[in-house]
């Protein structure tokens, strides 16, 4: 009888672990830095021009990730009809935490719409609901399988490929420009904050867009504003910044990066003028 008191007391120590939070903050930060494998796209880069700009004859439209053998866990790809052989942005967008693919689609449409068939767009559904910002994270080693099986079916601009997300997607987003900011020419947050994993492990190098509710009840705005802070910093940005555009103020940063962060009054969402405020910014970023 003795034998089973240790573990009798080892479970009552233990509180049962905590669910996931509604903004995607279940995953507990592993104390490493995530770090790519030698033969991925975010260390091998891509070829230019790509595999697809050799091409003709891809479906165009409105693809499901999944049932294109693509991505298992589905999402959407959106290819707009054009030359096959002109070279167009690639654009990875992440869900927040229990929506899909079709959600953030819909959250940002203004982006797509914006860039006017000029990109590419990636809606991916995260394969566990939310995104894994762990040291060991297989999401982020997806993210760059699923850049090279897209560039190997289209024609993609290696100069010119963005990530944006909302909510828990903005935090994998952020979590992917501070391990691999040279895979990205800019990357946009909304309502999302760089806390949720060790900032030690970034990198300099990055231009992003932040916009954020100061109303946001699930991610604090302040988080969101010491995220734009914090890189600002890391790019040797200045500390000031100056309006650009109706929402959105610009730090003084070097020629090699930007950095702009926009508040507005909300709450935890994305604001209707968002996904055009970050396909302005990703067509400017140097």
């Not at 009888?1 to 279940?26: E, F, Y």
């Not at 991925?40 to 693809?63: D, H, K």
């Not at 691999?180 to 190098?205: E, I, L, T, W």
Request: glycine share 12%.
């Amino acid at each position: 009888m003795r034998r089973s008191v240790l573990p009798l007391l080892l479970l009552a120590a233990c509180p049962p672990p905590l669910p996931p939070a509604p903004d995607g903050g279940g995953f507990v930060p592993d104390p490493g830095c995530w770090e790519p494998s030698p033969d991925s796209v975010f260390v091998q880069g891509l070829a230019s021009p790509t595999a697809g700009c050799a091409l003709g004859g891809q479906p165009t439209g409105v693809i499901d990730l999944h049932a294109a053998n693509i991505l298992l866990s589905g999402g959407l790809l959106v290819v707009p009809p054009g030359d096959p052989g002109t070279a167009r942005a690639l654009v990875l967008a992440f869900h927040g935490a229990g929506e899909t693919g079709d959600d953030i689609r819909s959250e940002l449409q203004q982006m797509e719409d914006s860039a006017d068939g000029g990109a590419i767009f990636v809606y991916p559904n995260a394969p566990a609901g939310t995104w894994d910002v762990t040291a060991r994270s297989k999401d982020a080693t997806q993210v760059g399988k699923l850049i090279q099986q897209i560039s190997a079916l289209y024609c993609v601009d290696p100069e010119r490929i963005h990530a944006a997300g909302f909510s828990a997607g903005a935090v994998f987003t952020l979590f992917l420009g501070c391990n691999v900011p040279g895979s990205f020419r800019a990357v946009g947050s909304v309502a999302g904050a760089d806390n949720r994993f060790p900032v030690s492990c970034c990198k300099p190098g990055l231009s992003a867009i932040f916009i954020h509710g100061t109303g946001d009840d699930a991610i604090p705005f302040l988080s969101g504003q010491a995220s734009a802070e914090g890189l600002a910093a890391r790019d040797q940005c200045g500390t000031g910044t100056q309006p650009d555009g109706a929402y959105c103020s610009a730090y003084a940063c070097p020629a090699t990066a930007a950095v702009e962060f926009c508040p507005w009054f909300g709450s935890h969402e994305v604001p209707f003028w968002a996904g055009g405020e970050i396909w302005r910014f990703f067509t400017r970023a140097p």
